[in-house]
């Protein structure tokens, strides 16, 4: 079985018509890290609770998981 964790932030920040630059000044985290944060595979944990909750939603709902079970 392999579990693919994927990031959304850019999916995420489409759909609401929001920038990089104004979730860091909701967030705290810097617009640098934001930019980063798809990309990345390891993600610091005090960034994605602020950036869930700038966004008003849960950790879980930044990333997109898949199950392959072959």
């Known amino acids: 079985m392999k579990i ?3 990031p959304r932030l850019s999916e995420i ?3 609401r018509a929001m920038t ?3 979730l860091s000044a909701l967030s705290g985290v810097p617009q ?3 930019s ?3 990309s990345n595979s ?3 944990a005090a960034h994605m609770f602020a950036i869930a909750r ?3 939603i849960n950790v879980e709902e ?3 998981v898949s199950v392959d079970k072959t």
């Open 42 to 44: 390891r993600h610091e």
């Open 62 to 64: 930044l990333f997109t």
């Open 20 to 22: 990089q630059m104004t």
């Open 36 to 38: 980063r944060f798809d």
């Open 13 to 15: 920040l489409k759909e």
């Open 54 to 56: 700038a966004l008003g």
């Open 32 to 34: 640098g890290s934001i």
């Open 4 to 6: 693919s964790v994927n």
